[in-house]
C-alpha cells in the first residue's frame, strides 16, 4: 500500500528505499498501491508485512502457508 491507514508506520524508511531503488514501482492499474518491479528478501516477516500493509503488522500472525492454511506462527511452533 502507499498509504496505509495506521498512524504509526515503523518501516516508511524501508518502503521509501525500495521506492528509491526501483524494486517498489506505483502501481499501473491501482494509485494507492505499490508492486514489487523485482524480488526482494526481507529481513523478518515483520518488516514485510510492515512495508505491504504501509503500518505495523505482527506477520507472523498474518503470514498464512496457502497450502496448509496455518500462520507462519503456528508453522513456526511446530518447528523443531
Do not use: C
Not at 491507514?5 to 524501508?14: A, D, F, N, V, Y
Not at 494507492?32 to 512495508?51: H, I, K, M, N
Amino acid at each position: 500500500m502507499r498509504n496505509g491507514s495506521p498512524k504509526i508506520k515503523r518501516k516508511r524508511w524501508l518502503t521509501t528505499e525500495l521506492v528509491g531503488k526501483g524494486i517498489l514501482v506505483p502501481d499501473h492499474t491501482n494509485k494507492d498501491l505499490y508492486r514489487f518491479s523485482q524480488d526482494y528478501e526481507f529481513t523478518s516477516a515483520t518488516a514485510a508485512g510492515d512495508v505491504i500493509n504501509d503500518g505495523n503488522l505482527s506477520a507472523p500472525q498474518y503470514w498464512i502457508n496457502t497450502t496448509t492454511g496455518k500462520s507462519l506462527k503456528e508453522e513456526l511452533a511446530k518447528s523443531p
